[in-house]
């Protein structure tokens, strides 16, 4: 027991007959005979207090009361049968002669807006008592503070708010540009509330309060794969933007900036940050990647047109649009001789308005590019796929419908993507898609569900990638052997196709073999048939087909690995023959070596300049051939410009002559030197003063000295 009331003393009360409470539960109505009595509560002292009781003489006995939902009105009902309706209210206002404003109960407002009739009910759910009321923002939202909370609201869309709210003197601002969230900045502090949740969306310190730089999206534009997308940008200091995830209240980019920041703005997706500098440079930051691109200088306008990607800004005398913001560095330039001062988008048409002198002049976009940008980036392709149909092909709509097909393709669109192939001519892909769509549209009304996700459907959306081993994987995974190797076969990939036989252990694994290498005979690929003849052992019929492909070394690597095969004297002479004629010389020497025929083989080797392999041979068989070998390396050394190496070559064959040469064409002037001493008088002599010349060339007179003392050729 709260509270008691006692009225039994009081001569002129009668029972009571009915009683009703508020809809705020904050006043409770008794009826008796002739008399109202009203009790209301009062949350600052925790009591029900009596009201002054309303008496109306021959009422008579009521039955029965009612309140109105918003708790403006009291019907009485009486005994017999009259009804009466009483106003109920604490005081009125009128609020800039355009509102009034009802007080219902201690913690419930009525705003009504005089022109147009419109109500809202402003209530704290708390019960706490609702002080002053405001209407802010060019008289659309709603301000009101109680003891402990603080009450927010739209007065268009009627979304209203009440969240936790410490008095702070008033020194609240307000900032209302954003028609989801209402923006309070008090004692350094920024707090989001978005209009209709008694939660704050968000808080977070700053000291830079201008409405520019600070961007909210909430839910602005609803995009495939995301139910909430609510980001915060705002400054941390002048050169510091921060940009808040507010469902999760974490961080998710922070970008440093080397300069003043005075514009920013996130897309209305949440992806994008545009912001502008004191030196008039525009930059884009992307969020996902963390990169950071300068797109303009000396920008004076920047706006993102609303409900699309699509970028608008002024440089000096150019209007710059940017339709695919993916690809800031292709933007389209129009010229104008005035100030952009704002966008129109409506009726199908979006233009810029520009003030020329004392006109406006509007340039109308593609609206086209816009609608088509903005489908693709909310995920709805059907509505990029409607657009597209209505514009004519050229080069820009046949970029649109391959984005489009693989996008779709991506998501699984997949009727969608064949309308997409259809459209740019590719019949073969459309047609695949086709058959791929029949097949998920039977399933799909045999089992129910996506049909998108049957395993053949998802194997054939792997093999129009070319991701043939995924599709065997996916077929092996339902042990669809038949499947994947008939996959195989009609793309006449029959070693994968054998593959999977082999490892499944199919009964038509050697018919697929026989199959195979007939296709491969009647498609004249001897090569591959060698090879597979000789993966299955049969190492004449491979060596026959790699002759007949001409290809005799590598018929002469299976025989020199084999030793049953070099033991056939007909089948090596027809192998050296065609490595003779293919003047593959080297193999030749190699095969004739090894069935111990030295002569052809040094023979071989020197026609094929292998001269080490000739040299080694040759001392073993030739001692006498090794000089001249020596010789011939030399010679051929320097026909190769590799005078280096030919220097010791000639020495070998004692050349000393040539051994000089080549040690002064190669610069070796050391090497040539002590070559020289070991010649007689009359052979360096030749040869010294070239020496001689270029150690005087370096200044180095003692080199010089030396060695001519003994030749009368430097007196």
């Avoid at 998108?452 to 043939?468: C, P, S």
């Avoid at 220097?647 to 000089?660: F, L, M």
């Avoid at 007689?680 to 003063?689: E, F, H, I, V």
Wanted: proline share 2%; charged share 25%; net charge negative.
């Amino acid at each position: 027991m709260l509270q008691t009331f006692d009225y039994s003393r009081d001569p002129q009360e009668r029972e009571f007959t009915t009683a009703v409470s508020s809809p705020g539960g904050q006043s409770v109505v008794l009826g008796s005979y002739d008399r109202l009595r009203v009790f209301n509560w009062i949350p600052r002292r925790s009591i029900w207090e009596e009201a002054k009781p309303k008496e109306i003489t021959n009422l008579y006995t009521i039955t029965a009361l009612a309140w109105k939902r918003d708790g403006s009105r009291l019907c009485v009902g009486t005994l017999c049968g009259g009804v009466e309706q009483f106003d109920c209210c604490l005081r009125r206002s009128i609020y800039k002669n355009k509102f009034e404003l009802t007080y219902v109960g201690p913690s419930q407002v009525i705003v009504k807006n005089l022109s147009s009739g419109t109500r809202v009910v402003l209530k704290s759910h708390y019960g706490y008592e609702v002080e002053e009321v405001k209407i802010l923002g060019k008289e659309r939202y709603l301000v009101a503070h109680t003891s402990e909370t603080l009450l927010l609201g739209d007065l268009n869309t009627n979304r209203l708010s009440e969240i936790a709210w410490q008095g702070s003197g008033g020194n609240e601002k307000y900032f209302f540009e954003n028609e989801n969230v209402c923006m309070i900045f008090n004692a350094g502090e920024l707090t989001l509330v978005e209009y209709g949740n008694n939660d704050t969306l968000g808080s977070v310190r700053t000291e830079f309060m201008n409405p520019h730089l600070i961007s909210v999206r909430i839910n602005e534009r609803c995009q495939r794969g995301t139910e909430d997308n609510k980001k915060l940008a705002y400054l941390i200091d002048i050169k510091t933007i921060a940009i808040v995830d507010l469902i999760g209240g974490y961080n998710i980019g922070t970008v440093s900036h080397e300069s003043r920041v005075d514009w920013l703005e996130l897309n209305e997706t949440g992806h994008k940050l545009l912001f502008r500098d004191r030196k008039l440079r525009l930059h884009l930051y992307d969020i996902e990647s963390c990169s950071k691109t300068m797109i303009l200088n000396f920008c004076s306008y920047m706006q993102w047109v609303p409900g699309s990607d699509v970028l608008v800004a002024q440089n000096r005398n150019s209007l710059c649009v940017w339709y695919n913001i993916e690809a800031p560095e292709r933007v389209t330039m129009f010229t104008i001789r005035g100030d952009v001062i704002g966008l129109e988008r409506g009726g199908g048409k979006t233009e810029v308005m520009v003030m020329e002198g004392v006109t406006t002049v509007a340039y109308t976009l593609d609206e086209g590019l816009i609608e088509f940008g903005t489908a693709i980036d909310d995920g709805n392709y059907i509505r990029a796929t409607a657009f597209l149909e209505t514009l004519e092909m050229t080069p820009e709509t046949e970029a649109m419908w391959k984005t489009l097909s693989k996008l779709a393709l991506e998501a699984r669109q997949l009727h969608i993507a064949e309308r997409c192939f259809s459209a740019l001519g590719q019949v073969a892909k459309a047609r695949f898609l086709h058959e791929t769509n029949e097949i998920a549209d039977q399933v799909s009304r045999e089992y129910g569900g996506e049909g998108t996700d049957f395993y053949q459907v998802r194997a054939r959306l792997a093999m129009l990638e070319k991701n043939y081993k995924l599709a065997e994987m996916i077929f092996l995974e339902q042990n669809a052997v038949e499947e994947a190797m008939g996959m195989y076969q009609e793309l006449h990939r029959w070693d994968e196709c054998i593959a999977v036989a082999e490892a499944k252990g199919h009964p038509a694994l050697e018919k697929l073999r026989r199959s195979y290498y007939q296709w491969l005979m009647d498609t004249q690929q001897e090569e591959r048939a060698g090879e597979l003849q000789e993966s299955q052992g049969d190492g004449l019929a491979a060596i026959s087909l790699y002759l007949k492909a001409g290809l005799p070394a590598k018929a002469a690597r299976l025989v020199l690995t084999r030793e049953e095969l070099l033991a056939n004297t007909e089948l090596v002479e027809h192998i050296t023959a065609a490595l003779i004629k293919g003047e593959l010389y080297e193999r030749a020497g190699d095969l004739f070596e090894k069935i111990h025929n030295p002569q052809k083989a040094l023979e071989c080797y020197r026609k094929g300049n292998a001269f080490m392999k000739a040299v080694e041979l040759a001392r073993l068989a030739f001692p006498v051939e090794v000089v001249k070998l020596e010789e011939a390396w030399g010679d051929h050394l320097v026909q190769q410009k590799q005078l280096d190496a030919a220097i010791n070559h000639y020495i070998e064959a004692r050349c000393s002559i040539k051994a000089i040469e080549a040690a002064l064409g190669a610069r070796q002037w050391k090497k040539a030197i002590y070559i020289l001493d070991l010649q007689d008088r009359n052979t360096a002599s030749k040869y010294y003063p070239l020496v001689a010349q270029h150690y005087a060339s370096l200044q180095e007179y003692e080199v010089r000295k030396s060695p001519f003392p003994q030749h009368e050729a430097m007196q």
